[in-house]
C-alpha cells in the first residue's frame, strides 16, 4: 500500500506564491504518473497537474497553466507544485495521486494524500 503525504499548504495573499510537496512511501513504478488534484467547497475534486515519473512534459490545467509548475524529485520519491500568481479562485485542498494511467481523470489515480488546504485570500 502505498502512502502519499502532502504538506506546504496555507494561507497567501493573491499574487503570492506556495509551493506544495508530496512524499511517497514506495518509489514509483517505471510507468507511474503522479498528479495533483483539488476540491474546492460545494465542488467537484478537479485536475490541476500531472507528471509522468519517468520522464514526459507535464500536464497543467487551463485554469492554471503559466503559474503552476509541477516537478519531481526521483531520488527522495517527492513530488512538487510550486503555485506562483495565486488567486482566491486557486482556494482548495489540493491532493496528491499516484496512478499508472495518462489521464486528468480521478478514477485513473489508485493512490491518494490526505489533502492539504491552500486559501488565497486578502
Known amino acids: 500500500q502505498v502512502q502519499l503525504v502532502e504538506s506546504g499548504g496555507g494561507s497567501v495573499r493573491p499574487g503570492g506564491s506556495l509551493r506544495l510537496s508530496c512524499t511517497a512511501s514506495q518509489r514509483p513504478f517505471s510507468r507511474s504518473v503522479e498528479a495533483w488534484f483539488r476540491q474546492a467547497p460545494g465542488k467537484e475534486r478537479e485536475f490541476v497537474a500531472l507528471?509522468?515519473?519517468?520522464?514526459?512534459?507535464?500536464l497543467y490545467a487551463d485554469s492554471v497553466k503559466g503559474r503552476f509548475t509541477i516537478s519531481k524529485d526521483n531520488p527522495t520519491n517527492t513530488l512538487y507544485l510550486q503555485m506562483d500568481s495565486l488567486k482566491p479562485e486557486d482556494t482548495a485542498v489540493y491532493y496528491c495521486?499516484?496512478?499508472?494511467?495518462?489521464?486528468?481523470?480521478?478514477?485513473?489515480?489508485?493512490?491518494w494524500g490526505q489533502g492539504t488546504q491552500v486559501t488565497v485570500a486578502s
Open positions: 507528471i509522468r515519473w519517468h520522464g514526459g512534459s507535464p
Open positions: 495521486a499516484r496512478g499508472s494511467e495518462y489521464s486528468t481523470s480521478l478514477r485513473a489515480y489508485e493512490y
